[in-house]
């Protein structure tokens, strides 16, 4: 019976230490990528001066992105834009001479009033969480000699096409992540299916009034429906609920009832938060396990806590599970 049971801990520490393969996936905007910036950051050494630089253009193009988005949403509701020298400046900008110019007309902007208005109306269409972060600190990222900072690099939105892999070593664990792009074609990344240890997906929580311009449907909707297809893998599948800063804010403002009709808590975060829980753990069958954590992306010490707690619960053996 002890030989058994000496048997079983060997089997168990084997598996207990096997490369652990995850799939970071989830709908565009969600913070699936600042999740893997964080990992970055905190086990893998963080980002040399050459990354760094790297991310300039990115930030540049993302700033250029959002003002031209906001100019445009001004156009579209027939606002009166008063920097119209600006405005035209930037829409006709290459990223690539983005200079103290360039922040110059983006501060005058971002004090128009009409500007100021179509950010507040643009979270029902647009993912512009990064842009008020950006557009506040200008005059910082315009000099000269800027180098993205850790925070700069984590609010950034890369282009969302590609597969990303990345393996690091964590508390004698390998870990192997892929996050395979929306975008990207499905016969380049089937073959990473295989031998999954744990799905992770990411939901934006606070984009609960995000509609698709195309038909006006809630694109929540849609996430339900991709988390149900998870569970046709064979890994454990961990929800993130991410950027609960924003829903905390948000549904102050915005009931979750334009969403979901029959939600009847008004604005209240925990019952709201609580809705949204109970809509996404219906969509698991009967006989799985859904694995939930509300996030920050942004916020590298939520991240350890919960990338820590979900660690051990991936890597915990089969037999541990729910204990």
Known sequence: KNQEIDDQIK????????????????????????????????????FSEEERMSYKPIIFSNIISFMTCLIKRVHDSQLEIHALEEAAR?????????????????????????????????????????????????????????????????????????????????????FRMFDIRPRSERKKWLHYMRDLTAIFFFVDISGYD???????????????????????????????????????DKIERIDLNVCFPDYSGGKNQDQARRFIVNQFVQCKPYTESLYIHHTCGIDSTNFEFVFRATREMITRPVGLVGL
């Open 210 to 248: 995000l509609i698709r311009e195309a038909d006006g449907s809630y694109l929540m909707h849609d996430w339900l429906t991709s988390l149900e297809r998870m569970f046709i893998f064979d890994a454990k599948v961990v929800l993130f609920l991410n950027k609960s800063d924003l829903f905390r």
């Open 90 to 174: 930037i829409a006709a900008q290459d990223c690539g001479s983005f200079d103290t110019n360039t922040g110059k007309d983006i501060t005058i902007l971002w004090k128009d009033s009409a500007i100021l208005q179509a950010f507040r109306d643009a979270s029902q269409y647009d993912c512009l969480d990064s842009a008020k972060y950006f557009f506040d600190d200008i005059d910082r990222i315009a000099q000269p000699r800027f180098m993205p900072s850790n925070q700069d690099i984590l609010r950034s939105r890369t282009p969302d096409t590609g597969i990303i892999e990345t393996t690091y070593e964590i508390d004698g664990t390998s």
């Open 11 to 46: 089997l168990d520490s084997i598996n207990y230490n096997r490369e652990v393969k995850i799939w970071l996936t989830g709908p565009e905007g969600s913070g699936r990528g600042t999740f893997g910036k964080q990992v970055k950051m905190v086990h893998g050494g963080g």
